[in-house]
């Protein structure tokens, strides 16, 4: 028996990752094999809007055409298209160009308010509605951290944000009856209680009953408090739905584990509660390194447990997986190891492949964090990943061998430089000299990997951001060897390895299978701001 009237999948299409049109029509076929019924497309500014030239400027956004191909696709998979855009917060990416400038209360943030907002907010909703058929839409609204608190506060002084988040509201329900729309947003704004005189039943007697409230939350796994967040959400809305989410937007990997330790609970709660919609969202922040398709197996044992196929325990029907996806289940799953390399199995969420690819060479510091012996682990998982094919998948596989070629040389380097700099150890300085040389081999055939990968699945648009990323890895590869060269050869200090190195205390302390740091400036310097 369905636990849900509605199971839907969010692929988000901003933040520098856009799939491909062929890639979505294949993402729509295998959630519908698996029994969702609708697929959300987080847009962010990831479409065309004719009135608007600055508005996804050079990112690699949908048109009207591609919009319609995409729909017309997913109506024969049963499944409906609906897009997720944003009409407040998460718009940053607009300030780069002065049209913009002046339209933002905060960086973030636009200004509620100002008759431009709502210009640009009829745009957006008109060119949804010109490339997807369904009447459905999800405005976004979540995360207006210091809404009211910048230029707004300047013009009209303090004011209470929950007050300006439904007069915004207010503002957008006239256009999204006029292009005839049922709005969906998220909730976390609606349910704040700091700097706000808003009752929760005044929030209710605000929002019509044919509009949905996403609740959100991708930790929680305890289900007591679950249902009690649940119920919260309820004294605010008439209608709620729950987002979950696979945590595969913090290194390479998609910690597939960790994410279904969250979602059964959420689902199980949901059920209990009421909740008729549940959601699986595959964010993109920062570029994310990890395929979409890395989550299949979380997208499956959802899919199963809302068909009532699968209750939570033991091991899902694994051979249906394969008949859907033409990939083994165990194999897909295996991608959690890059960042559970030491195979744990814990389902701890871990972004460690990404802070040990990007530490500094010179500068070090986090790759204190690694057990040591774990290049063995890493090397391991490299001829692994070359052994399995991933039917359809191959890509994603060959791009995650040079992840761990990468790895495997990368993680014990810095540690053996900073020693043998300080032993003043020449023959060791000369091997690790070598072992740069090596690891520089083992980058550029990652960067060739992670662009066939890239390139499959996705427009070309944000590829040349990981390329900055990787040629700095390469240039600092080739910086360490002339000051190591130096060195040797005319006795110049390195400054960068003088002094040693401070470890820093995270609560808790990162390890290779549970972490959580993706700030990729303070891992490339301690001065970039």
């Known amino acids: 028996m369905k636990k849900f009237a509605h199971l839907s999948a969010l692929i988000e299409c901003s933040s520098g990752v856009v799939p491909r049109v062929e890639t979505v029509k294949t993402y729509l076929t295998l959630l519908s094999r698996m029994g969702y019924d609708r697929l959300y497309l987080g847009l962010a500014d990831a479409y065309k809007i004719e009135e608007e030239p600055y508005f996804n400027y050079k990112r690699g956004g949908y048109t009207t055409k591609d919009l319609r191909e995409m729909d017309a696709f997913a109506k024969r998979c049963g499944v409906e298209l609906i897009a997720q855009i944003h009409t407040l917060s998460h718009l940053h990416f607009l300030r780069k160009y002065p049209e913009y400038t002046d339209l933002f209360d905060t960086d973030n943030v636009l200004m509620v308010g100002d008759e431009r907002v709502y210009t640009l907010a009829e745009h957006m909703i008109k060119a949804i509605s010109e490339g997807l058929s369904s009447r459905v839409i999800h405005i976004g609204m979540d995360e207006a951290f210091g809404i009211g608190t910048g230029e707004y506060q300047k013009k009209y002084g303090a004011a209470d944000k929950k007050e300006l988040i439904l007069r915004h509201f207010d503002r957008l329900l006239p256009i999204l009856q006029k292009y005839g729309y049922t709005c969906e947003l998220w909730g976390d704004m609606l349910i704040e209680t700091d700097n706000t005189r808003v009752t929760a039943e005044e929030v209710r007697r605000h929002i019509p009953d044919d509009v949905t409230v996403f609740l959100w939350d991708y930790t929680e796994r305890d289900e007591a408090k679950l249902c009690r967040m649940i119920e919260n959400m309820q004294q605010h809305s008439p209608h709620v739905a729950y987002a979950g989410g696979v945590w595969k937007y913090v290194g390479f990997g998609p910690c597939n584990r960790y994410s279904l330790g969250c979602i059964l609970p959420q689902m199980k709660a949901c059920y209990e509660k009421g909740v008729s919609h549940y959601m699986v969202t595959l964010w993109s922040d920062n570029c994310a390194r990890c395929s979409v398709d890395a989550a299949l197996p979380s997208l499956y044992v959802a899919a199963e447990y809302a068909n009532g196929t699968y209750d939570g325990t033991g091991e899902p029907d694994k051979d249906k997986f394969f008949a859907i996806t033409g990939a083994r289940f165990d194999d897909m799953l295996a991608l959690d190891y890059i960042d559970d390399p030491l195979k744990t199995k814990r389902g701890n969420v871990s972004s460690s492949s990404f802070?040990?690819?990007?530490?500094?060479?010179?500068?070090?510091?986090?790759?204190?964090?690694?057990?040591?012996?774990?290049?063995?682990?890493?090397?391991?998982?490299?001829?692994?990943?070359?052994?399995?094919?991933?039917?359809?998948?191959?890509?994603?596989?060959?791009?995650?061998?040079?992840?761990?070629?990468?790895?495997?040389?990368k993680a014990p380097l810095p540690a053996r430089i900073r020693a043998a700099y300080a032993a003043g150890d020449r023959a060791a300085i000369e091997q690790a000299i070598e072992q740069i040389e090596e690891l520089k081999e083992a980058i550029a055939a990652f960067s060739e990997a992670y662009d066939a990968y890239f390139l499959h699945d996705n427009r070309a648009f944000g590829l040349e951001v990981h390329h900055l990323y990787d040629g700095g890895q390469l240039a600092r590869c080739d910086y360490a060897v002339k000051r190591l060269r130096a060195f040797l050869d005319r006795g110049e200090r390195v400054e960068e390895l003088e002094g040693g190195v401070l470890p820093i205390h995270y609560r808790p302390a990162l390890t290779p299978e549970r972490s959580c740091m993706v700030d990729y400036r303070m891992l490339i310097s301690y001065c970039i701001q």
Do not use: C, Q
């Open 355 to 409: 802070w040990t690819f990007y530490t500094d060479l010179l500068l070090g510091n986090f790759d204190l964090f690694l057990t040591p012996g774990i290049e063995r682990a890493y090397a391991a998982l490299a001829e692994e990943y070359a052994a399995l094919k991933g039917g359809a998948f191959g890509h994603v596989f060959a791009m995650s061998e040079a992840v761990m070629r990468v790895l495997a040389r």
